[in-house]
C-alpha cells in the first residue's frame, strides 16, 4: 500500500493516519514476530531438556562456517521451530482474505465473489484430529507429517500479501 501511495502520490502527499499505519505494520511484522517467536522457543526447548540437548547435540554437528543450507538440514531444529510457530504462531488473529471476483466453492458451499472469509491459526494449530495431543510441544510430530498437518499449518497465515 505504502508504495502504491507513494508512486500514485499528489500534492497531498501521505496522510499521519497511512504514516502512522504503516510504520506500525513494519515494525510489528518485521521485528516483533521474530521476537516474540524466539522468545517461545527459547522456553519451549529450555522447558523440556530431552528436547534442548537433542537440539545442542545436533548443532553442535555444524562447522564453523555453517551455511544456511546447513541449517535447512537439520533436522531437529527445523522440527523445534515448526512445533514453535505452531503453538505460538507470529500471526495468531484472523488474516482476511476475499474470494476471487469469479467466486469459490469451499468443502461444498457457494462463496460469492468479493466475500471477505478467514481463519485463524490459533484454532487449526489446535486441532486434535489434526495434531493429536494439540497443546503439548512435540517437534517430533513433524519428522512425518500428514498431510492434514501441512495443509492446516499456516503460522503466517495463508494466500496472497
Not at 10 to 27: E, Q, R, T
Request: charged share 25%; proline share 7%; glycine share 6%.
Amino acid at each position: 500500500m505504502l508504495l502504491k501511495k507513494l508512486f500514485r502520490a499528489d500534492d497531498n502527499g501521505l496522510s499521519d493516519s497511512d504514516i502512522v499505519n504503516n510504520a506500525m505494520a513494519f515494525i510489528i511484522a518485521g521485528s516483533d514476530t521474530t521476537a516474540n517467536t524466539m522468545t517461545y522457543l527459547t522456553w519451549a526447548v529450555c522447558k523440556h531438556p530431552e528436547i534442548r540437548d537433542a537440539l545442542v547435540e545436533e548443532l553442535r554437528s555444524l562447522s564453523e562456517e555453517f551455511s544456511e543450507q546447513d541449517l535447512r538440514s537439520l533436522p531437529r531444529l527445523n522440527n523445534v521451530v515448526k512445533e514453535t510457530l505452531r503453538l505460538y504462531c507470529a500471526a495468531p488473529s484472523a488474516l482476511p482474505r476475499i474470494v476471487p471476483a469469479e467466486g469459490a466453492v469451499f468443502s461444498g458451499h457457494r462463496l460469492p465473489g468479493g466475500t471477505t472469509v478467514s481463519t485463524q491459526a490459533y484454532t487449526l494449530h489446535r486441532n486434535a484430529d489434526i495434531f493429536p495431543d494439540p497443546e503439548t510441544f512435540e517437534p517430533s510430530r513433524w519428522t512425518a507429517p500428514t498431510k492434514d498437518m501441512k495443509d492446516a499449518y499456516m503460522p503466517f497465515g495463508g494466500g496472497s500479501r
